[in-house]
Structure formats: structure tokens, C-alpha cells
């Protein structure tokens, strides 16, 4: 029983170290989320629920990161109590990781920034003309009206400079064909792919984390009872 509890303990401090690194590229990852909205505010994009997503994953990393030194701490003063806060910490966190990586998964699939559905709305308007919040999102993207530069030739409305290339039409070579919707799918869905691969790292590490710790106080009970008993 000692040498399984020795394993336990020797198996929980890989975990805690493994949990810590995850929690600093977490915090990385809302650091570089946060500095790549910079090339948005430059062009007059800013998706206010990107930037919460970046403070919520350096907060999120700076718990793991805490959670982890809490852990080596019960580890090192074999304290039950500590080790049992320990496990429900592990659970609680990767049940909000789990919401997390819920709500971002949903969002990367379906999810469209109001400004981008009001630019569609003034696509299809046929009262509307000038710019439009659209304008700058094929600015931004590269991309042009909502399926292809085809809707703006359909809808018999001027193909703006936006869906061109340095702003410049003269070249049918600078024409952006791929459509906006689209487009901002696959750029959401790019720049939340390390956020659910270190999801699932971070998840199974907390589980193992949990499992773990739970098995290694029930080994100390075990381990005590047998001292007193042969006391």
C-alpha cells in the first residue's frame, strides 16, 4: 500500500506540472487573442465578445495555475482535507472548461457578429446604397458580398472598391470571389482550434488530476487506520 500510495503521489505531481503548463498557454493564448483584435480596431472591427473570451481564458489559466500550486501544496503536507479540495476543484473547473469549450464550439459553427448580419440585411436592401458595415468586413477578410462578388451582379447593385484588392477594380485579378459569411466562418473557426485542442489537453489532465487525488486519500486513510490499528 505504501508503494502504490508513493505512485499515487509521484503520478499527481506529473499531472499538477502538466495542469500548470496548460494554464500558461492559456493565459498565452488570451494574451494572442487579445493583441490580434489589435489588426481589427485598425480597420473598425471589434467584436467585443472576442475580447471577453481573451480575459476569460488568461483568468481561466491563472486558476488552473493556482489550482495546480494548491495541489503540490496538499501533495507535500499529505493533508486529506486539502487533497479532497483539491479533486472538487479539478471537477469544477473542468466542468466550466467543458462550458466553455461548449459555447465556443457553437460559436465558431453558427455564430455571426451583429455588425456582419446588418451588412448582409443592407446587401439585400435594394433602398440602400453607399457603405455599409459589410464594406469593411471585406476590407478586413478579403472577402466579397455574402456568398460571392456574384450577389452584388444579382442584386444589379455597384461592386464596391472594399471587395478589391489595395481598393483597387481596375484588375479583375484583385476581385475577392469568396463570400463574407463564409470567410468569417473560417477565420473563427481557425483562431478557436488551439483553444479546443488545449480544451480537451486540459480536460482529460483535470479528470486524470481528480481520479487521482481521489484514489490517493483514500490510500492515506487506508494507510493510518493501519498504523493506529497496529498501535
Sequence with gaps: MYCSGRLLRYILCVISVICAVGGCLLIWYGAWLLESLEDQQRVGVLDHGEQLAAVLCILLGCVIILTSIFGCVALGRDSRTMLICHAVLLVVLLVVQFVFFSISFAASRDTLPDTLRQGFDDLWDPQHA??????????????????????????DKELPVSCCRDLDCTKPLNLFMTG?????KDYLSAKTANFHSLSWFLMLAEFAGSVTTCYLVDSIRNHRDRVRFYN
Design 180 to 184: 463574407c459569411e463564409l470567410q468569417f
Design 130 to 155: 453607399g457603405n455599409s458595415s459589410l464594406n469593411t468586413y471585406e476590407q478586413w477578410l478579403h472577402c466579397c458580398g455574402r456568398n460571392s462578388a456574384e450577389d452584388y451582379m444579382h442584386l
